[in-house]
């Protein structure tokens, strides 16, 4: 009786995967190739500099890092790619200062651009409206910002 059962299992088995193949006893059967479904969600760009340079990137970085005691703000390394960590620490700090940057998420979407703008108009930069779009003028502006000190850099 076990000889049987293991015999059917071995069988049950087979079949499936020679189904899964396509064949059994050299029939042949049509298998769908798997569909790729859309994407219904963006993905999130890992590093996104809004036209930064890497020392450029590398001046914001340290510029926000330092902008607060005891590490609140941090973009992770000086390393001039402003990937999640970076933006995360730069959304505490809009947020902190009421420029309403949205979630502290890493995302670099309308929310934070927003807040980014409201930030370098109120410092004085023209960024061509308040509308969380990056465009020209606010790129032109974070990176006139980022190269404000003497030196040409926050580090």
Do not use: H
């Amino acid at each position: 009786m076990a000889s049987r059962m293991l015999t059917r299992a071995l069988l049950t088995t087979f079949t499936a995967a020679a189904l899964s193949l396509g064949t059994v006893a050299g029939a042949t059967a049509a298998v769908a190739a798997p569909t790729q479904q859309p994407s219904s969600s963006a993905t999130i760009q890992a590093v996104n500099n809004l036209g930064l340079s890497i020392s450029e990137g590398k001046s914001v970085q340290c510029y926000v890092r330092d902008a607060a005691p005891r590490g609140r703000y941090n973009p992770g390394a000086i390393d001039g790619q402003l990937g999640t960590s970076s933006w995360k620490a730069w959304q505490l700090f809009l947020n902190d200062r009421d420029y309403n940057a949205g979630a502290v998420d890493g995302a670099v979407g309308p929310n934070t651009i927003r807040g980014l703008q409201r930030f370098l108009v109120d410092i004085g930069y023209d960024t061509g409206g308040i509308d969380g779009v990056a465009g020209t003028k606010t790129k032109a502006a974070w990176k006139a910002f980022s190269r404000l000190p003497n030196d040409g850099s926050w580090c």
